[in-house]
């Protein structure tokens, strides 16, 4: 059974850069799958930050794309994000998340089906 | 971006009752909808997918329909453990986008 799990500092200055750590256990980020980030201000709903494949390919939110930067660490068996001149607004929960594969000629799978417990990250000096 | 509209944005309703939650999207999406439900301090958790399709795991009293823009949730016996905040989700393009959530509440 896939888990993930958020790891990174809680607290980050304003302006300052935002670094953060999905370790997967039970799958290797290797086989076919996409691994993303979403995130989700106190009180309020869900952004879709951003995803790496399992090849290394990696797709942005346009909105955050200036400032956002995901990889992958094989050996590890890791992805991660980094956003950059953070502010307050960028305080939230962290979810790191799978989706799953396309095959049959469709990719209805391709949801985030696995996701990790979600990780506070607060912006302040 | 394709825009996803949830109505209502919350509802108070009482055990056993019917709910029905609806998620429309700016444009076309096809099949490629999925119905999460997040409780307080937890992570999403995925109820229904393309469209209609119910996770492996969930009760049949939670059922999905619809196509292109226009989609549905429906939770046919409202239960305790099913108050909580659902979110609509398109996977058909980039950026995926989610809709702004329908808070289900007890009356």
């Known amino acids: 059974q896939v888990q993930l799990q958020e790891s990174g500092p809680g607290l980050v200055k304003p302006s300052g850069t935002l670094s953060l750590t999905c370790d997967v256990s039970?799958?290797?980020?290797?086989?076919?799958?996409?691994w993303g980030w979403v995130r989700q201000p106190p009180g309020k709903g869900l952004e879709w930050i951003a995803e790496?494949?399992?090849?290394?390919?990696?797709k942005y939110n346009p909105s955050l794309k200036s400032r956002v930067t995901v990889s992958m660490d094989m050996s590890r068996n890791q992805f991660s994000l980094t956003v950059n001149s953070v502010t307050a607004a960028d305080t939230a929960v962290y979810y790191c998340?799978?989706?799953?594969?396309?095959?049959?000629?469709?990719?209805?799978?391709?949801?985030?089906?696995?996701w990790g417990q979600g990780l506070l990250v607060t912006v302040s000096s | 971006d394709i825009q996803m509209t949830q109505s209502p944005s919350s509802v108070s309703a009482s055990v056993g009752d019917r709910v029905t939650i609806t998620c429309r999207a700016s444009?076309?999406?096809?099949?490629?909808l999925v119905w999460f439900q997040q409780k307080p301090g937890k992570a999403p958790k995925s109820l229904i997918y393309?469209?209609?399709s119910l996770q492996s795991g969930v009760p049949s009293k939670f059922s999905g329909s619809g196509s292109g823009t226009d989609f549905t949730l429906t939770i046919s016996s409202l239960q305790p453990e099913d108050f909580a905040t659902y979110y609509c989700?398109?996977?058909?393009?980039?950026?995926?986008?989610f809709g702004g959530g329908t808070k289900v509440e007890i009356k």
């Open positions: 444009q076309g999406i096809g099949y490629y």
């Open positions: 998340a799978r989706r799953g594969n396309c095959g049959g000629g469709n990719c209805y799978l391709n949801y985030f089906e696995h």
């Open positions: 790496i494949s399992h090849s290394g390919d990696t």
């Open positions: 393309a469209a209609s």
């Open positions: 989700q398109q996977y058909q393009s980039y950026p995926l986008t």
């Open positions: 039970g799958y290797s980020i290797s086989i076919i799958n996409w």
